[in-house]
């Protein structure tokens, strides 16, 4: 009786080992390339966060593993393209030709909005107008993104349009460097990864980036002076992409778990990790003295004016691809002012 009940324990004991090992072969890890440094809040925040969404709504049966170095900035696309990753974050503009439409939250409209607010219109607007031309095609669309304000930082001081204008500006594509560009300054297309180093290096005399910058990419130790335009010159336009065949290759339920934890819900919590860095960003520029300058009332008009005529050529390029782009820039000004922060993205945070 004793070696049956032995043989039985064991039995059951091998059974339960397969039935684990069998659970734990089952579990899909998601390669997430990410290209800014592990103390960026996009992977102290947005990726952790993501990850706990996911592993919740689909009972453990994916994950997602954070990997650095998999590709630059600008090739990131083609990293999820080509199968190297599964998910990651694009900056719109660093991927020239490609999207048009994205620039709708782009231009500058002269207020404060929290990034969180501007992401969640963002994603509401392109679902409803700009979706349709497809510029995400080949690619499982995730989430859209939003920054903060984009400010001016200069080396030396510039307090005026013609101060700027025999600078080196850097930009990164997209809305920002359309502004340099009608403005007459001189812009040098860099990621954000490089501009320390250029800086540091006299190839350009000033940055165009939003306040995080200060802190995440080390601005305020390079480019101490900043001259800040009410809502700012422009906002950052990202989006959160995956592999369209690793999306395919998961289950309906596992599909439809993640979509319940992506959209506007991610596109919020991406948002909100802006809004956290940008006052992170702040606090990191008091404690190296950075300087921060209001633009003169001449400077801003100079920057209306620029704006108006770029978003009349957006609303024809829209006009050109079957989008009432009218419709869809009302939408999104509409959303900016009616919607707000949403606590529960607050509590779900990882980091404080």
Do not use: C
């Amino acid at each position: 009786m004793r070696k049956w009940i032995t043989s039985v324990a064991f039995a059951l004991a091998g059974t339960a080992m397969l039935g684990s090992q069998a659970h734990a072969e089952a579990r899909t890890t998601l390669t997430v390339s990410s290209w800014s440094s592990p103390q960026h809040g996009v992977n102290t925040i947005v990726w952790p966060t993501y990850r706990k969404w996911i592993e919740e709504a689909t009972d453990g049966r994916v994950t997602l593993e954070v990997v650095y170095d998999l590709a630059a900035p600008p090739a990131q696309m083609d990293a999820v393209y080509d199968g190297i990753a599964d998910i990651t974050w694009i900056f719109h503009g660093l991927t020239p030709g490609r999207f048009t439409m994205t620039k709708l939250p782009e231009f500058p409209y002269f207020e404060s909005v929290p990034s969180e607010v501007a992401a969640a219109a963002y994603w509401r607007t392109h679902q409803e107008h700009l979706d349709q031309v497809g510029e995400h095609r080949g690619l499982k669309l995730l989430g859209l993104g939003m920054h903060g304000p984009g400010l001016i930082y200069t080396r030396e001081p510039a307090d005026s349009l013609d101060d700027l204008q025999d600078m080196r500006i850097r930009v990164g594509g997209g809305v920002m460097g359309d502004i340099i560009d009608g403005l007459g300054i001189r812009g040098v297309n860099l990621p954000p990864t490089e501009v320390y180093e250029a800086a540091s290096q006299g190839v350009i005399d000033g940055i165009l980036l939003n306040p995080e910058a200060l802190r995440s990419f080390r601005v305020a130790e390079v480019a101490p002076h900043v001259l800040r335009v009410p809502g700012g010159m422009y906002r950052g336009s990202f989006s959160l992409i995956m592999n369209r065949s690793t999306w395919e290759s998961l289950s309906p339920e596992d599909q439809e778990a993640i979509e319940s934890v992506s959209g506007e819900r991610l596109s919020r919590l991406f948002g909100y990790m802006m809004d956290i860095e940008d006052e992170r960003g702040y606090e990191f520029g008091e404690e190296h003295d950075v300087t921060i300058t209001e633009a003169p009332e001449e400077f801003v008009q100079a920057v209306r004016d620029v704006s108006a005529d770029l978003e009349a050529e957006w609303q024809e390029q829209a006009e050109a691809e079957g989008v009432d782009g009218e419709a869809a820039m009302a939408m999104y000004e509409r959303l900016i002012n009616r919607l707000e922060t949403d606590s529960g993205i607050h509590e779900a945070t990882i980091t404080p």
